[in-house]
């Protein structure tokens, strides 16, 4: 059992996903995460998205119009990105990068799985589980109904 004190970082960006771009919320996430290292922007279906990576920490957030609508947390480094550099406080009683059973164990059903990625309902955002050989190596807060 996880103590109620325990950190809960997830939490964070479970709250900031869905907020307006530099509402409070974002703000908590870009202390969490550090400044952007990169920030690029696009246009797509006519709508403007922009994206803040922060290679340090593992953390990409993507907006379409101003709104955060996901939230990539890598858990483990790739050549390009660091992995989340306080995995321990990311999500409490579960420890990551974790394998997809302990995962399910955790969070129950999927609402969506493929070989690569398990996909859970957690309020009104998605929490989706990225795999490489059963490990999970990437965590994406993803907003309901949001299209990436």
Known sequence: ????DA???LAAFLDAVGQTMYSPEHLTVMA???PPSESFE???DGAAWQYQVSERSGVTLQFREQVLVAALIRLVADDEDAAYPALGALVPGLTLPASRADIRAHYGAT???DPDMDLYLVGDHYLRFDFVDGQSVALTVILLGATA
């Open 32 to 34: 969490l995460a550090g």
């Open 7 to 9: 950190p809960n970082e």
């Open 42 to 44: 696009e246009e797509r």
């Open 111 to 113: 609402r969506h799985e």
């Open 1 to 4: 059992m996880t103590s109620p």
